[in-house]
């Protein structure tokens, strides 16, 4: 087992594991001497993470017309019949872009606001995938909601994963 270092007095601090922290704040896990130590869990992100609750609020945050504006003024929309349209603000490390909600204090994928904002059902567990593949596009009619099975199945059958074992069959 793994010794903590930590100096009593209270607050909130590291004991030598990123989500081990000793804060009143958070439920009790663990008890060390008189001190109790508490895990610092941070919400879960994505499918399966209860995240409809906060999106929802997103949405209604979106619906003042200031704040749909910002949103909209991020996204190019080029010309075609069935051209992406491409956000041109943050992006996150994976690539997807991210638009700042103020009033929740957090970022949301802008492909998954795009779709609730058409009128798209995001149910918890479920993620918003892209038919023409462009991590950047947030046309509504590219996007639809799906498990991340069948995002998984897409990727295959469009021939965008190498299969890095040979000896396992999908």
């Known amino acids: 087992m793994r010794a903590y270092q930590y100096t009593p007095g ?30 610092n869990d941070k919400p879960r992100r ?8 906060a999106l929802a609020t997103a949405l209604a ?16 929309k080029l010309n075609g019949e069935n051209a ?3 956000w041109t603000s943050a992006l996150n490390r994976q690539g997807y872009g991210q ?3 103020g009033t929740l204090k957090r970022a949301f994928p802008a492909h998954r606001l795009a779709f609730a904002l ?12 892209h038919h023409c ?6 046309r509504p009619h590219h996007l639809f909601a ?3 099975s069948d995002n998984q199945k897409d990727r295959v059958g469009k021939g965008r994963w190498r299969n890095p074992n040979p000896r396992v069959r999908l």
Request: hydrophobic letters at 35%; a neutral charge; aromatic letters at 12%.
């Open 84 to 86: 992406c349209w491409i």
């Open 10 to 39: 209270g607050g909130s601090f590291n004991l030598g594991h990123p989500r081990l922290t000793t804060s009143p704040l958070q439920p009790a896990s663990y008890k060390k001497g008189s001190e109790q130590l508490f895990l």
């Open 146 to 148: 799906g498990t991340t």
């Open 118 to 129: 058409a009128g798209g059902d995001v149910p918890d567990g479920f993620c918003v995938c």
């Open 61 to 76: 945050t979106l619906q003042d017309p200031k704040h749909l504006a910002r949103f909209w003024a991020k996204v190019v």
């Open 46 to 53: 994505g499918p399966g993470s209860g995240d409809s609750l």
């Open 99 to 101: 638009f700042w909600v």
């Open 133 to 138: 593949d462009n991590p950047i596009c947030v």
